[in-house]
T-cell receptor, first 115, second 109 residues
Framework: DVKVTQSSRYLVKRTGEKVFLECVQD?????MFWYRQDPGLGLRLIYF???????EKGDIPEGYSVSREKKERFSLILESASTNQTSMYLC??????????????FGAGTRLSVL | GQNIDQPTEMTATEGAIVQINCTYQ??????LFWYQQHAGEAPTFLSY??LDGLEEKGRFSSFLSRSKGYSYLLLKELQMKDSASYLC??????????WGAGTKLIIKP
């Protein structure tokens, strides 16, 4: 079974702090994604990566950055956390080969509260 | 703009059948996904449709009509463990997923 592990289930941070959310997958997937999930909204893509050291902006990249130094690890960074970044953050991975039927495997999420 | 619509919440009875609808408007179409998400857990893949028609997988079936921009997920013989949110997602011409807000399904005994 594919396993996507997010380092923290719950985080509480203060406004202005630098926050790191870590995600590791164990299936040698090329693609990795960071989403945020808010009530009443669909998953919104923040950043994604097709390969090591490669990153692409998603729909809402402002206020975030990412790092992919190793294939299995994709980090989301909030440079200076703000209260409007309080959300559930979901990491996902998928194989590069399938363009269309590209099944994404998700981690259980990190619920971040910024006070 | 791109949009996915699905009902916010539905209630059904254990043992019954429920149909969760999803309508979409996207720039291009490369398939429609359904995911299940139990509260506090990761979304998990349920089904993928790219051609019109019904795909059956055990108690769950998924239907697609591309001309109508419409899909539904059909759950039969409902069990309490089916209580979850069901996410509809459409893949656009750039192979990016556009997600609906999810339908919370409540199963009552």
């Amino acid at each position: 079974d594919v396993k996507v592990t997010q380092s923290s289930r719950y985080l509480v941070k203060r406004t202005g702090e630098k926050v790191f959310l870590e995600c590791v997958q164990d299936m040698d997937h090329e693609n990795m994604f960071w989403y945020r999930q808010d009530p009443g909204l669909g998953l919104r893509l923040i950043y994604f990566s097709y390969d090591v050291k490669m990153k692409e902006k998603g729909d809402i990249p402002e206020g975030y950055s990412v790092s992919r130094e190793k294939k299995e690890r994709f980090s989301l960074i909030l440079e200076s956390a703000s209260t409007n970044q309080t959300s559930m953050y979901l990491c996902a991975s998928s194989l590069l080969g399938e363009l269309a039927k590209n099944i994404q495997y998700f981690g259980a999420g990190t619920r971040l509260s910024v006070l | 703009g791109q949009n996915i619509d699905q009902p916010t919440e539905m209630t059904a009875t254990e043992g019954a059948i429920v149909q969760i609808n999803c309508t979409y408007q996207t720039s291009g179409f490369n398939g429609l996904f359904w995911y299940q998400q139990h509260a506090g857990e990761a979304p998990t893949f349920l089904s993928y449709n790219v051609l019109d028609g019904l795909e059956e997988k055990g108690r769950f079936s998924s239907f697609l009509s591309r001309s109508k921009g419409y899909s539904y997920l059909l759950l039969k013989e409902l069990q309490m463990k089916d209580s979850a949110s069901y996410l509809c997602a459409c893949m656009d011409s750039n192979y990016q997923l556009i997600w609906g807000a999810g339908t919370k399904l409540i199963i009552k005994p």
